[in-house]
């Protein structure tokens, strides 16, 4: 599976950071995902983490973000941090879902159409109920009466 360069650089971002955490933090974090991170990251991207400034003046890559939101997440947060992302994130989630069965709820997609089909539908109902007047005609007439006086008898 290759990897694109702009996975790699954001895997080069995370590592850099993730080596500035303290001792305690930084063992908090399994070892196989370090190394899965710094084996597959680009090696000639130079990110340098500057602790000086504050984290929001850092220039992280949004995959980078993402990578360090799930770590945090994951392995650094408290219990009550957990259960406020997970919330949070079930709430995005929940919005997105409802936008996307608002978009293509089947039921909205065509409306126009059924409004021209039932329209159609109902002029060829109204067409077809129409009273037509029955006439009896003549040899009809006479059979029947023929009949009539068979069934006299």
Same mark, same amino acid.
């Given at each position: 599976m290759s990897i694109n360069i702009e996975t790699k650089k954001a895997y080069t971002e995370v590592v850099n950071i993730l080596n500035?955490?303290?001792?305690k933090d930084y063992r908090k974090i399994p070892e196989?995902?370090?190394?899965?991170?710094?084996?597959?990251? &680009?090696?000639?991207?130079m990110y340098n983490v500057d602790l000086s400034r504050p984290l929001a003046d850092w220039k992280i890559s949004v995959k980078a973000q993402t990578i360090l939101a799930i770590i945090f997440r994951d392995y650094l947060a408290t219990q009550k941090q957990k259960?406020?992302?997970?919330n949070f994130e079930q709430t995005k989630l929940n919005e997105i879902?409802?936008?996307?069965?608002?978009?293509? $709820?089947? &039921? $909205?997609?065509?409306?126009?159409?059924?409004n021209e089909e039932n329209k159609q539908e109902q002029v060829q109902t109204?067409? $077809?109920l129409a009273l037509v007047e029955y006439k009896e005609n003549i040899f009809k007439k006479i059979f029947n009466k023929i009949l009539s006086i068979f069934k006299n008898k």
């Open positions: 500035s955490l303290s001792d196989e995902l370090i190394l899965t991170l710094e084996k597959n990251m &680009d090696t000639e991207y259960e406020k992302i997970l879902e409802e936008a996307k069965r608002e978009k293509y $709820n089947p &039921d $909205n997609l065509f409306p126009k159409m059924e109204q067409e $077809n």
